[in-house]
C-alpha cells in the first residue's frame, strides 16, 4: 500500500519555526521528484518547494531564504523546515511524489499549520 503521512504541523507564533515530515511506505522514494504544497481557505493549491531526486532544489518567492526542503532517501522522509512564520504561510500543507517516467502521481492527507499570536 502506498501511503505519504505529513506531520508536524500545529499552531506557532509569527516568527516562530516548525519542521514538517513526510513519512512515504510503498514504494521508495530516491528516485522521485519531491515536493511540499500548501493550500489556504478559498485558495488554489500552491507549490512550495521542490527537491529533485538528485537533491536540487527550488521555492516559491515568498518562502525563498526562510524554508528548507530536504530529504532523507536512508528513512524515506522529506521535511519542510519552516523559519520566521508569517500569518500568511497559514495554510494546510500536502506532501508530493512524482515519478518522472510514468504517470504516477501520490499525494498526502495534509496537516495543518497555522500562525497566529
Known amino acids: 500500500q502506498v501511503q505519504l503521512v505529513e506531520s508536524g504541523g500545529g499552531l506557532v507564533q509569527p516568527g516562530g519555526s516548525l519542521r514538517l515530515s513526510c513519512a512515504v511506505s510503498?514504494?521508495?522514494?530516491?528516485?522521485?521528484?519531491m515536493s511540499w504544497y500548501r493550500q489556504a481557505p478559498g485558495k488554489e493549491r500552491e507549490l512550495v518547494a521542490v527537491?529533485?531526486?538528485?537533491?536540487?532544489?527550488n521555492y516559491t518567492d515568498s518562502v525563498k531564504g526562510r524554508f528548507t526542503i530536504s530529504r532523507d532517501n536512508a528513512k524515506n522522509t522529506v521535511y519542510l523546515e519552516m523559519n520566521s512564520l508569517k500569518p500568511e504561510d497559514t495554510a494546510v500543507y500536502y506532501c508530493?511524489?512524482?515519478?518522472?517516467?510514468?504517470?504516477?502521481?501520490?499525494w498526502g492527507q495534509g496537516t495543518q499549520v497555522t500562525v497566529s499570536s
Open positions: 508530493n511524489a512524482a515519478a518522472a517516467w510514468s504517470f504516477r502521481n501520490y
Open positions: 510503498g514504494f521508495y522514494i530516491y528516485a522521485y521528484r
Open positions: 527537491i529533485s531526486s538528485t537533491g536540487s532544489t
